[in-house]
């Protein structure tokens, strides 16, 4: 299986910046989706983005077009989210997670990091 860990996540002023890092270990990610994925206290789980492992090709939610970029460096095994202009909010879990590209859901996920956007 493939064990992912998050990192990155903590306090940040509206407007600035964070970047969160996802290692990937145990089973290759070759052939993979990998995506962020959001939970706000009392919501559901939602994506943020998602990318394929082999060619690169990323997809956005809306709302954080323009202002999040997803990527991954293969050497180090790391995806990484890189989150621009950040907007205040209530404290939030971002979750990386993995599927195969042939599976609809997501099988492996990360522990979660948290992310508060303070006015």
């Known amino acids: 299986q493939v064990q992912l860990v998050e990192s990155g996540g903590g306090l940040v002023q509206a407007g600035g910046s964070l970047r969160l890092s996802c290692v990937a270990s145990?089973?290759?990610?070759?052939?993979?989706?990998m995506g962020w994925f959001r939970q706000a206290p009392g919501k559901e789980r939602e994506v943020v983005a998602r990318i394929r492992w082999n060619s690169g090709r990323t997809d956005y939610a809306d709302y954080v077009k323009r202002r999040f970029t997803i990527s991954r460096d293969s050497a180090k095994l790391t995806m990484y989210m890189q989150m621009n202009s950040l907007k205040p909010e209530a404290p939030a879990v971002y979750y990386c997670a993995a599927r195969h590209v042939y599976n609809s859901q997501y099988d492996y996920w990360g522990q979660g990091t948290q992310v508060t956007v303070s006015t």
């Open positions: 145990g089973r290759s990610v070759s052939n993979h989706v």
